[in-house]
């Protein structure tokens, strides 16, 4: 039975025409059977991560042209990249019965008809301005963070476009959006409209110019409309959920009065609205598209159960049909607590390092990271183990206009007090980043935590001309950069959708970072649950989850707590692995208590040579000045570490640092003492309570 709101397509007849539609048809399981020959217009096709959905985008096109409702030569196939528009030509041209459509971004789609347009009427054609910044830096006052902040602004105007606002309704629309801009918003809307002017003068158009006048051609030239769709008759657009209110309106211009569309994409893949795009179009499809029909895929061919299963979780509650997994079982997601965002790194590069040592390839693995600036300690930590790395969808941390914005800050400061010292200058660029943006904030502490690093191993305590070539080496050295097509890919949650691997580390599960510190309202949390299921479903087999206990921003180390968002995935991951992920065997559980005995008589021979230990007493009036250094609080922490390290689980999945904390303080003797222990439900009773009350018993006999 189809999901509510969802319908399946009739049964299909033999249409004679040989065996090329049933060639089409062949390995496909029944959702994209039906998702393939469904005849109903228009079409949403529902693609989950890992369900084949180019797959069945090119079947689609090449069964309904062998079976002769539709000519390829008039089909426009409209993707985000232009590396999907070139992959899906590949493969139909590859298909029985496929060939040759014209596909592309909407942007390059809307650039072509208008240069046609522009020829056919002897009209010279506007340069077209592929970088905004070119335009806004000198608007933006002091150069040395004139770049990062006319990037910020550009940000800003593409949203703005994407969303049909204009400068003057700007601050209206950021106040109802609930948006943050990097600048004050009437400040914003300045230089939109002083943008938009210099535009004009200087005869520009940028890329989001491109989808506004292809509609207003479309609109407004009944000519140039008509040629327009009789070209293109069959309308397909790939990734829907990321469509913008300005990309919509030009679908239905082409479109017109006909309703021959086909879309395909994932509500919980929709990780673009910051950008401007707006999910309700694919969510609520039958709304939007009148007498439309909805059809889903419901297996996942990418990953195993266990990634799967992890990766939904984080989506929170979830409606709907369960997916099918496909692959077989396979090990169980490892999940990381470190004590700084250094040691972070560190692992993670042998871990890397580790497995390609078993013969796994570097391309089938890829270190995922929520914002940009965290690339920098990945960067170094894989450089100095001797792993190549290509930094994806974005240029090396070096190489990024925020960086070079903020060195230049340390060479101004250093040049107008030349005789102060290295470290002085980054606690002068340290207070500097609060008047930053947000994205040149992030990688301003960045620099000051790599400077502060430097300036330890520098013997000298290091200067601004030493600082960068070290910089370099030690981001750059062993690198094979991105000419190499076997290497690690570092990327962001945002860059890695769209692309798989066989392993995948996921890090920095922080709070502040998953979800991100700015997303405060409903709407966003939603899209950073989505952004990291992105993220995890990457994996195929190898999934590990990591976060620190301590990050250095800028001059400061900030204590970590982790994302509110790991329990239910922790609780995904012990479900599929047996039921219980926290329930160790019984060797296991004696081997732990044994470590915890031997800690404990080293503990005592030590006090013993040291003339004895204060054994605090029991009781609330000294509890935070004795409790922590007790123990028997340290012999808990050694056990919950242990159970955590043989469960795979991180540690506060045992038990909390304020539970261990109440045990120590309470001393049960029985189980009924230790259900009175904050913290110790019935569950962790069961499980736990026998081996918690034989070390409360080993440490106090």
């Known amino acids: 039975m189809a999901p509510a709101g969802l319908v399946r397509s009739p049964a299909v007849e033999r249409t004679g025409d040989g065996e090329t539609p049933a060639a089409l048809l062949a390995g496909l399981d029944a959702s994209q059977r039906d998702a393939v020959v469904h005849t109903a217009r228009p079409l949403a096709i529902l693609a989950g991560a890992g369900s084949g959905k180019t797959r069945v985008l090119t079947r689609r096109i090449a069964w309904h042209a062998a079976t002769r409702q539709l000519d390829l030569d008039r089909v426009l196939a409209v993707t985000f990249t232009r590396k999907a528009a070139g992959e899906l030509v590949r493969r139909l041209e590859r298909l029985p019965a496929g060939g040759r459509v014209t596909a592309g971004t909407f942007h390059a789609l809307a650039l072509a008809q208008l240069r046609r347009r522009w020829q056919e009427r002897g009209r010279r054609a506007p340069a077209l301005l592929e970088h905004k910044a070119r335009v806004l830096v000198p608007m933006m006052g002091d150069r ?407 990050r250095t921003l800028g001059a400061q180390v900030v204590r970590r707590e982790p994302s509110p968002w790991l329990e239910p995935i922790l609780t995904a991951a012990r479900e599929q692995h047996g039921g219980d992920g926290a329930k160790l065997p019984r060797d296991a559980a004696a081997n732990v208590l044994a470590e915890v005995r031997s800690l404990l008589a080293v503990r005592a021979r030590t006090d013993e040579a040291s003339g004895g230990a204060e054994v605090p007493p029991a009781g609330p009036t000294r509890r935070d000045r004795t409790v922590l250094d007790d123990p028997l609080l340290e012999a808990l922490r050694e056990w919950r570490r242990a159970v955590a390290r043989a469960a795979a689980v991180p540690a506060f999945a045992i038990a909390s640092d304020h539970t261990l904390q109440s045990i120590a303080l309470a001393r049960p003797a029985s189980l009924d003492d230790l259900a009175a222990v904050p913290g110790i439900g019935p569950a962790r009773l069961a499980r736990h309570g026998p081996s918690i009350l034989s070390i409360v018993a080993t440490a106090t006999g």
């Open 144 to 550: 040395s963070t004139a770049v990062p902040r006319a990037v910020a602004v550009a940000g800003e105007i593409e949203w703005a476009k994407a969303r049909l606002i204009d400068p003057e309704h700007y601050v209206a629309a950021v106040r109802a959006a609930g948006r943050r801009p990097p600048l004050a918003a009437g400040d914003v809307a300045a230089l939109f409209a002083a943008y938009e002017q210099q535009k004009q003068r200087r005869r520009l158009v940028d890329f989001d110019d491109l989808i506004a006048l292809c509609v207003r051609a479309l609109e407004h030239d009944a000519d140039f409309a008509a040629g327009q769709r009789f070209r293109f008759r069959h309308f397909f657009v790939d990734e829907f959920q990321d469509v913008t209110p300005a990309q919509l309106r030009l679908v239905r211009a082409w479109l017109g009065d006909r309703d021959d569309l086909c879309v395909v994409g994932d509500p919980d893949q929709a990780i673009y609205r910051f950008a401007g795009a707006e999910p309700g179009y694919l969510q609520r499809f039958a709304e939007h598209f009148r007498g439309a029909t909805v059809v889903e895929l419901d297996h996942n061919y990418r990953s195993t159960p266990q990634v799967v299963a992890v990766a939904r979780a984080a989506l929170g509650r979830r409606t709907g049909a369960p997916v099918r997994t496909v692959q077989d079982e396979g090990p169980a997601p490892i999940f990381t607590e470190h004590r700084t965002d250094r040691d972070e790194a560190r692992s993670v590069a042998e871990a890397v390092r580790d497995a390609h040592a078993t013969g796994r390839p570097w391309r089938s693995m890829a270190v995922l990271y929520r914002t940009n600036a965290q690339s920098a300690l990945f960067e170094e930590a894989l450089a100095r183990a001797g792993v190549p790395v290509r930094v994806r969808g974005g240029s090396r941390f070096l190489d990024r206009p925020e960086v070079a914005a903020v060195l230049e800050l340390l060479r101004a400061n250093a040049r107008s007090c030349p005789g102060r010292r290295f470290v002085d200058h980054l606690v002068d660029l340290d207070v500097d980043t609060h008047a930053m943006p947000d994205q040149q904030r992030e990688h301003a502490a960045a620099i000051v935590s790599l400077g502060r690093e430097y300036a330890v191993h520098d013997g000298a305590g290091g200067s601004v001309d030493g600082f960068v070539p070290w910089l370099r080496a030690t981001l750059q050295s062993g690198d094979l950069g991105v000419d190499s097509d076997d290497a690690v890919d570092l990327l962001t949650f945002h860059r890695a959708k769209g692309l798989e691997y066989e392993t995948v580390f996921v890090c920095g599960v922080e709070r502040g970072l998953v979800p991100i510190a700015h997303a405060i309202n409903t709407a966003d949390l939603d899209d950073e649950r989505r952004l990291l299921y992105v993220a995890l479903s990457r994996a195929g087999r190898g999934l590990h989850v990591s976060w620190a206990r301590e």
